[in-house]
């Protein structure tokens, strides 16, 4: 009686092991589970906010960007100045286009030539950054649509400063007209080479003429 007792709780202990063991494994196969559906979801969500983040010059998408084209005759005599406008996350381009009218992916100068690059996480004190870009960049949208534009002092660079100053852009709510122009023309991109010369190639052809002129009767 003694043998088999032992035996029978030798029995029971290697079952109750075998069974822990299997609960054991079946746990840590489902937390793993779970952990690789997790590890890929992030992994997909990273992949589709990088691909959103892509810049489509072919399909006037920028995101997160703050985009100039040339104004005509203007920018012929001053390259540094001309049409300003400011996108989505998704890219899309608003931009102040004429009195109280505010253009959505389509600016009123023509397409971008240049581009200037920011990012979402220069915006301080909040959680969801890219709806908080979005909703300043509506926000000044719907508040120029109000507006008288005006060349000097109230213009497509004033309504980009406006949207910057919404989301605190760099911890910063002195954005303006000047500053933009600015930093714009130092650290702006082209688009393409076309971008470039539709810049600067009135201007080479006007100094290079005066130039000649010069060069002819003096």
């Not at 069974?19 to 054991?24: A, C, F, G």
């Not at 040339?70 to 381009?93: A, D, E």
């Not at 253009?103 to 004190?125: A, C, H, N, Q």
Request: net charge positive; aromatic share 14%; with cysteine.
């Amino acid at each position: 009686m003694t043998q088999s007792s032992e035996c029978e709780s030798s029995d029971f202990n290697i079952n109750k092991l075998a069974s822990n063991y299997s609960n054991k494994k079946n746990t840590l196969e489902k937390n793993t589970s779970i952990e690789m559906d997790k590890m890929s979801q992030e992994l997909i969500s990273s992949i589709k906010v990088s691909k959103e983040n892509q810049i489509d010059a072919v399909n006037n998408r920028f995101p997160c960007c703050v985009v100039w084209t040339p104004l005509p005759i203007i920018t012929w005599f001053l390259p540094f100045i001309g049409h300003m406008g400011i996108c989505y996350t998704n890219g899309v381009i608003r931009d102040f286009a004429g009195p109280y009218f505010v253009s959505e992916d389509r600016m009123g100068f023509g397409i971008p030539t240049r581009y200037w690059r920011l990012s979402v996480d220069k915006i301080p004190f909040v959680q969801n950054k890219r709806e908080t870009w979005d909703r300043a960049v509506k926000e000044a949208s719907e508040e120029y649509k109000k507006r008288m534009h005006n060349l000097f002092c109230d213009n497509c660079h004033s309504h980009v400063a406006y949207a910057l100053n919404l989301m605190n852009y760099d911890n910063s709510s002195s954005w303006n007209m000047v500053k933009l122009c600015f930093l714009m023309l130092i650290k702006g991109s082209f688009v393409n080479f076309g971008g470039f010369l539709k810049t600067w190639l009135p201007f080479m052809v006007i100094i290079g003429t005066i130039t000649l002129i010069k060069s002819s009767f003096f």
